[in-house]
């Protein structure tokens, strides 16, 4: 393999580049650490959540060449913690020798939405109703199908809820066709709830999936993380993980894959695909045998995959996103005076605090709690994260007790 | 508190100055990222460990108090990944109006063997016989009273062994009192084998408990931990685990405090003190709902302190030490190959490695296996770390599965 000529002179071992300086990235490098590793940074800026964190950070724009060939220069592969980098240049490091985890071919796939509706298609897998539109009579004609409100999605670039429109006429289609160019139009399909189905696969083809998840979005972003998905049949459980890995397989993913999908009364859809580490995943931290984040950083290296075992029967992962106490006229404590209350109170709650500027609706952290009774550990994770972003104190977790536990 | 003048202009949270770049430091920054930290340090040399890995790095030496006043400057408490820093230095940053934990108070149990036992036995806790000896005679006089041989220690600079002796009479104790000035004497007592009891303090003066381990040493230098240690009473467990609270309390120490232990036939008796993360507890990365580093970090920022219920009913950790394998005329292969067969193998067992230059003795990374036999557990663990360092396959658990697993 390539990578056998770019081990580093310090420590012997293969060299990891990642595209983004986010949250992901930040916890990749944790990962990294206890693999002999020193994750390889591209950042946007130096205070960017894995620019605090790590030796080895460049700062750059994701969308400029030279900014990643330096990057791959004596790097052993090259990965993300986002989907930005534009396919050309990806195609452009490949050809000049370099490993790139997931290539861009396989990548497109969690850029474009069309590019991913049109593969799944030809593999016949489960997906809503869906068609590329690029005027109003087209998302009427659509309608007259599958009937309205229509979804209609930019194709690239959304993310968190953001690029996703929901309209209930063909004005409103023309509006936003008018104004994004061609989109894809899905069926707003009947739900029970959002499900994610991880795996991670090495060039060798070796694959590990974790159990089955539930998330619970709010707004279009990710709140909660229930892991395994309450009451999710032991069938429809493994339909989702072997969708995950034919999903992985046919398009080649090398590193994490994250199966957004619908639960319906017929089973799975598929929503969407990520292929990094991903939110729905952040629970494996504590919660398996073997994080995401390790694991990305084993697929990408083509090391052996870890065990995925859960290591309690229940966890739960709710996220912190910026509330009342980011706000600039808060007067309540501090997030280090925060912190210390949510540690008091709940020992046994694990913090990930991501160095961020703290903003509304930003993701600024999470949390994650373990045990046997998902009312239980969702009532105590879901406390927690509200109190450390909004300063409000649960009643049914009244600070009660003695700080000190 | 002092610390809060100290806030993090970026994240808003406090910041940790840990003096030394070595292992401890580079799992401390692991701990530190989650709860919003990054970890500032004082390495000996850019290649160092934690050097690698931090992004906030001060090169100097410990012994120099200017290198130490620039560490501290804006930092809001100041730790220690090893003990060598002398205790008029830390007396000087305390006076300048510093935090330092734990206190040079404290610390010099655990930099001072005379102390620690002039102190224990001020406290009626339970040591062995000892002597402070100048010469010769002072030796034969203590083996009159306690036999030979007698341990002669060097009060200050021992570790992993050195600065140990075993010496058979007076001829030899001469020897070594001339090259070495007064030493500490000590009775070899009939021991069962060598426990650890781990504390964490805040200054709050909140603690919190392990479960106590037994460790293993093979050439004085620690070889396997095994937790809990099998077969202990719950009585003299509970015993233990009193004595080190005691211990810390009385002491004043802030963050980690591992009292090593002899077990005899009459109960435990205290070897030595480490007030710092210590190697006794690596096991509690995964083996713990809150690490030792994680710990040391929330007691020396005066966070209250997290659950240390285990994970599994069986923790062993084996370190691994430069073996055949880093030998410059090793022939086999190499250390990205070896981890690539160690994860191959054993799915489940996790790598923690430092990043060092391999060197024969040297602590080069530990490995953690988990499960509910001992027996099991530890077979697992050795022969995973005895792979890694010697390239040598253990028949029990030699290579007949698939590598894919």
Redesign the interface.
Known sequence: MSG?AS?SA?????VVAMVGGGQLA??T??A???????LRVLSAGP?ESA?????D?RIGDHGDLEALRELVDGATVLTFDHEHVPTEHLRALELAGHRVAPGPAALVHAQDKLVLRAALAGAGEPQPPWARVTGADDVADFAVRHGWPVILKTPRGGYDGKGVFVVEDAAAAAELVERHGPLLAEQKVPMRRELSAQVARSP?G?VAVWPVVETVQRDGVCAEVLAPAPGLSEELATAAQELAVRIADRLGVVGMLAVELFETADGVLVNELAMRPHNSGHWTI?GA??SQFEQHL?AVLD?????T?M??PVVVMANVLGGAASSPDWTGP???ER??HL??HW??V??????K??RAGRKL?HLTA?GDDVTEVRARAVAAARYLADGVVDPAFAFAHD???
């Open positions: 056998s081990l310090v420590t012997g071992l293969p930040r916890m490098h944790q990294a650490i206890a693999l002999g590793q020193s205070e620019a605090l964190v790590t030796a950070v060798f070796q504590e045998r073997t084993r090391y052996p995959l870890g065990s075992a290591t309690a501090g997030l280090d912190i210390h540690m008091a020992p046994d694990k913090l990930h605090w991501y160095g500027t703290q952290g373990l700080p000190e536990h």
